[in-house]
C-alpha cells in the first residue's frame, strides 16, 4: 500500500523478514545517499548492518568521511535511535558495516573457492585474465557481485546466529537493475552446468526469496519517475520482489493549495496592496509613493509565484503515477546545504519514523 506524507507517524516497519535490502534508482536521484541511510536506519535497534557498494566509485567512504574502503567488510559507523531525533529505546544501538567489492578480488576468490587454483589465479590477474574474462562475460561479474550480498545475507557465525540483521546493497541503477540481479538468464548461454550455473542459481534463490526487497529511489520529476515505473514493471516481470519507492529531495510547499490556485489570476492590485500592507512603501500613506515602491516586486513575485504553482502541479501528476504502483512510499526532504554525516542520520531518522525499517 502506497503511504502518503500524512502516513509518516506510523512506526511499523514495512520489511519484517527482510534481510537482503537492493537499493536502486535513476543517476542523481541520491541512491547511494539512501541506501547508506537506510543501513543506518536497519541498525538503530541494536543490530548488525552491511552496506555493500558494486560499482567500484567509492561513494560509501565519501559520504561517511573515511578512506577508500578495501575488499573486505570494516565497521564504518555506530547508531542509535536517539542519534536518528528518536526516543530511547529499549535497545541499545547497532553497528554498519561496509564492502566495497572488487570485481577482480571476488573472481579470484571464487576461481580459489572453486577450483583451489591459489598462486595460478594470481597469475591469470597479472596476464589481464580477470579483466578479459569479466569484460566478454558480464553475467559473470554480476554473478559475483550479487553473490557477495547473497552469501553476507545468509551467512552464520560459528554459534549459529546470521552475521548480519540485514544487508543492503548499493545497486546499478534502475535501466540496468533487473538485468544485473537476474543472473540467471545473463549466464544461461555461458555455463549451463557447472560452479557457475550452480552459483547463479543459488543467487536467484536468495533474489527472489521473500527475504529480499528491491527499493527505488526517484525524485517528483517526469524522467526518474517514468524509470522508476518502467523498473517496477520489468522486476515485476522478472519475477523479482519489488520494495518501496523512496521520493527524496521533496521541497516543502511555500504556498497553499488555494494560493497555488489563485495564482492563474490577474492580481497584481491584491498583491500591491497587500505589500503596502507590509509596510513595503514605508512610512507614507499616499498610494503613489506606496505604488512607487511595490510596483518594481510585482512581476518577479508573480512570476515566481507562477514557476512555484507549476512545479507543485508537475509534482502532484508524478506523486500519482508513482502512487499507481501500490508500493510503500517514503517522502525525504531536500537538504538546502547538501547532504553531510548529520544530513545522512537525519535522512535515516525519517526513513524509520515513516516505517522503511
Known sequence: MARTPGQAARRDPDWEGVRLHVVSGKGGTGKTTLAAA???ALAAE?????????EGR??????????ALPYEERRIASVSRTQLGLPAGSTGGGEVFALAIDTELALLEYLE????LGRAGKALQKVGFVDFATTIA?????????????????RKGPD????????????????????????????????????????????????????????????????????TVDGFAELREAGLPVGGVMINMVRPPLLDAAAVAAVDGNHREDVALALGEAGLGGRS?????VRAAVDPLLDPLLEQAREHAE???????????????????????????????GGLYRLAGELKRQGAS
Open 113 to 116: 573457492m572453486f577450483y583451489k
Open 58 to 67: 567509492q561513494s560509501i567512504a565519501e559520504l561517511f568521511g573515511i578512506a
Open 285 to 289: 500613506r499616499k498610494p503613489e509613493t
Open 160 to 227: 549459529g546466529r546470521r552475521s548480519y540483521d540485514a544487508v543492503v546493497m548499493d545497486a546499478p541503477p534502475t535501466g540496468r537493475i533487473t538485468r544485473f540481479l537476474n543472473v540467471n538468464s545473463e549466464v544461461a548461454g555461458l555455463a549451463r552446468i557447472g560452479p557457475i550455473h550452480t552459483q547463479a542459481q543459488a543467487v536467484m534463490r536468495v533474489l527472489k526469496s521473500p527475504e529480499t526487497a528491491v527499493h527505488l529511489v526517484t525524485l517528483l520529476e517526469e524522467m526518474p519517475v517514468q524509470e
Open 38 to 40: 537506510l543501513a543506518l
Open 311 to 341: 512545479r507543485v502541479e508537475l509534482e502532484r501528476e508524478q506523486r500519482a503515477d508513482l502512487q499507481q504502483l501500490k508500493l510503500p512510499t517514503y517522502e525525504l526532504p531536500l537538504l538546502g546545504e547538501g547532504v553531510d554525516l
Open 46 to 54: 541494536g543490530g548488525r548492518v552491511l552496506l555493500i557498494e558494486v
Open 138 to 154: 558480464p553475467g559473470v561479474r554480476d554473478v559475483l557481485l550479487t553473490g557477495k550480498a547473497c552469501e553476507a545475507s545468509r
